[in-house]
């Protein structure tokens, strides 16, 4: 189907300019209708690259010049016209919406007959002007100045845009944008699968793939697959044993930022998860989920051999080796196995001799703290 760049003044859905506006008002008006909301500083700049392009590309008169289809928001671009359609459904899926549902009172009624039978077309970039602005540090080459500027923060560390309820400073607008949403407590991304709405589209579809089990990323050394690129990454530091993240106190490594947050709260004792219902206090939120179990009695995993029930995946874990006799961990010294790591570590103090648990009325030391509990009793009977 041979298509024309979009240069009238025709928006996606079909409707036409109102009367009394400019061309220049028009277009930003189209684009709040479309997107539901008003441009950013960074989208007023793609758009005005892209008119530029199409400026340059009309001027160009008898030449052929290939086209590419550009996601408005986000730098995305592809040849083929149905692979940005289901870019802009799977990622911006609240975009997709806005487009395909008509103004008015938000129910979703069917388009207007002059755009029925057409899919919302974002504007196309010329293929030639694609690699027309290189980063000078590593070479990669943008279609658009706006587009390189915001990669070269990635060199600079450049974060130009700053919240004012908290001070963080981010490299898009757009991430500012979804960052006050923690402040507003605006959740406008909801799953249809559970209701349950999220802060950003990226943060949505990360979750539907808790419905529909897609795991994308796979680490190349042991298979694994993971729900986000981010835990591949974390994961396959445990391969390469690389720990970037280091505890100013103590000196200790970690692997992710999150797991050096939650180490540093041992040293500042900050427990900021509190019970609802009893009032204590956690360090991290995983453990405020599993203590509220202790309240309502949840146990939500099941053993498929015995039908027993845990309130703790990695109790499950532990409970599945009885039934398949896996005893991963290894002593090196004699080759003695067990099926969980605390078993191990007990255990190596048989070889090591560490006692380190010592008797504060007497000195005496034991291998293990029940050990020296019973101990203690023979000072508190005399």
Not at 109 to 127: C, D, E, F, G, K
Request: glycine share 6%; proline share 7%.
């Amino acid at each position: 189907m041979k298509t024309e760049p979009v240069t009238d003044s025709t928006d996606y859905t079909g409707a036409q300019p109102r009367s009394g506006l400019s061309r220049g008002e028009y277009t930003e008006e189209r684009t709040e209708r479309t997107t539901g909301y008003g441009l950013s500083r960074e989208e007023k700049d793609i758009l005005a690259c892209m008119k530029k392009e199409e400026e340059v590309e009309k001027g160009q008169s008898g030449e052929v010049v290939p086209q590419v289809f550009a996601c408005e928001w986000c730098p995305f671009v592809h040849p083929e016209e149905v692979k940005l359609q289901q870019h802009i459904e799977k990622v911006h899926p609240e975009e997709h919406s806005r487009i395909l549902r008509p103004e008015g009172n938000g129910a979703e009624n069917p388009l207007p007959p002059s755009s029925t039978h057409q899919n919302p077309t974002p504007p196309r970039r010329p293929a030639s002007l694609m690699q027309a602005h290189p980063c000078c540090q590593c070479g990669k080459s943008f279609g658009c100045q706006s587009e390189l500027t915001r990669h070269v923060r990635t060199h600079t560390g450049e974060r130009p845009f700053c919240c004012s309820q908290c001070g963080k400073s981010f490299r898009l607008a757009s991430h500012l944008t979804i960052h006050q949403r923690i402040h507003t407590g605006e959740r406008p991304c909801p799953c249809l699968e559970c209701g349950k709405s999220f802060r950003s589209a990226s943060d949505l579809t990360r979750h539907q793939r808790t419905h529909t089990g897609e795991r994308p990323f796979h680490c190349s050394l042991c298979g694994k697959s993971f729900i986000q690129s981010s835990t591949l990454k974390i994961h396959q530091r445990i391969h390469t044993g690389e720990c970037p993240f280091h505890c100013s106190q103590c000196g200790k490594s970690f692997r992710s930022a999150s797991i050096l947050t939650i180490h540093q709260r041992t040293h500042t004792g900050e427990r900021p998860f509190q019970c609802s219902q009893c009032g204590k206090c956690f360090s991290q939120s995983s453990t405020l989920i599993l203590h509220r179990r202790t309240h309502t009695g949840e146990r939500p995993f099941h053993c498929s051999h015995c039908e027993k029930t845990f309130s703790h995946s990695n109790s499950l874990t532990l409970h599945q080796r009885i039934h398949t006799g896996e005893r991963p961990f290894q002593c090196p010294p004699c080759g003695k196995s067990f099926s969980h790591s605390k078993s191990l570590t007990l255990h190596l103090r048989t070889h090591t001799g560490e006692r380190p648990f010592h008797c504060s009325q007497c000195g005496k030391s034991f291998r293990f703290a029940s050990n020296l509990t019973k101990h203690q009793r023979t000072h508190a009977s005399l």
